[in-house]
Each structure stands twice: as structure tokens, then as C-alpha cells.
């Protein structure tokens, strides 16, 4: 929710921050290892429209290995300043190597999530379905989300907000707390009465 995002530099509380001085301003990037660049590239700059905004191409010793690395970091910014980043390698096996082991049986839950406008939303449907690529929809009630996946199976969702987010935000704020602790002592009932509303 947009308007969470909004109000949390607000409360600088030592409950709230841990006694930082205050939250993080923004996500800075979120990182990702793919296989081809330029397959990413098309996914993310050509058919979604997320622009490339810059290109690192770097040579290190892997604090893992000790072996020389080679590699290129790609970033695509998002309107706030922050990026998705990502990595390829040159040596092939180092995509192998950065892998998980065993992919979870049940995927779909780690993901990202990125804030759109209402008429982003739509264009970005229309273009998914213009070039064919699988996505589903999913109307969470506090948000309406889309989903889609990049050649590597990067799980990407584009979020907009119902016209009554503030609301939404002031209700969940107001039990957080008290929402988690009921649901961990073992009481599982719902409180999201807000799926497939209509508004």
C-alpha cells in the first residue's frame, strides 16, 4: 500500500526504529543474477517500458571462491531513484553456481512488487497481452496486483492502489501489532474482508 510506504519515515519512535535515527529513506536496488542481459533487457526496457539506466561492467576476487570474477550490473530505474539491479557473469558457470540448489516447490511467493498509477496498470496489460506473455491479476482488496515472470523467473508485480488507500492504511496501522500477535498465538481469523469488493 502507497500510503504505507508514504507514512513510515514518519514514526521515528525507538519501538518503530529500533533507535535509528530514522527508517531507511527508500529501497536503494533489489539485485537478481540472470543469464543473458539482453534477454533481460527486452523483458524489462522493450515490453514492460522500465528504462536501463546504467551498466557497471567490473572485475573482482570473489570473497566466496577466491577466484577472479568477471561481470556486468545492469540497473533499471524505477521513478523514485531506485533500481532493479541485476548480474550476469561471465564465466557461465558462475550463473549455476549462484543458483539455489533446489527451487521451492511452491515459487510464487517471493517476489517483487512495484507501485504503479491507474493508467500504468492498464498499459502495462495491454502490452503483456500484445506480446503474448503469461501474466495473471489478482484483486487483493487493500490492492489490485498484476504478475509476471522474467526470462530467469524473477516473479515481478506492478500494484495500484484502491481510490480509498489512506483509509485502508489508517485501519491496518491502528492493529498491526495486535493483528500479527492474535494470528502467532493460533488465532487464524480473517481480516481481510476486502477481496473482490467492489469500490
Known sequence: MDAIAQNSGEQNSGDQTGGLPGLPQRLHHHAYVVRDHEANRAFLEDLLGIPLVATWCEKSVSRDTGE???????????A???????????????????????????GHYDHIALKVDDATYEALKARLDKAGEKFRETDH????????????????????????????????????HSELQRWLAGDRQVNNQLRHREV
Open 141 to 176: 482488496g487493500y490492492c489490485a496486483s498484476i504478475y509476471t515472470n522474467s526470462p530467469d523467473g524473477l516473479i515481478v508485480e506492478f500494484t495500484r492502489d484502491p481510490p480509498d488507500a489512506a483509509a485502508i492504511d489508517a485501519l491496518r496501522r491502528a492493529d498491526a
Open 68 to 78: 577472479p570474477i568477471e561481470f556486468c550490473h545492469t540497473f533499471f530505474g524505477l
Open 80 to 106: 523514485d531513484g531506485s533500481a532493479l539491479a541485476f548480474f550476469q557473469f561471465a564465466d557461465p558457470a558462475m550463473y549455476d553456481r549462484t543458483q539455489a540448489k533446489q527451487p521451492a516447490e511452491i
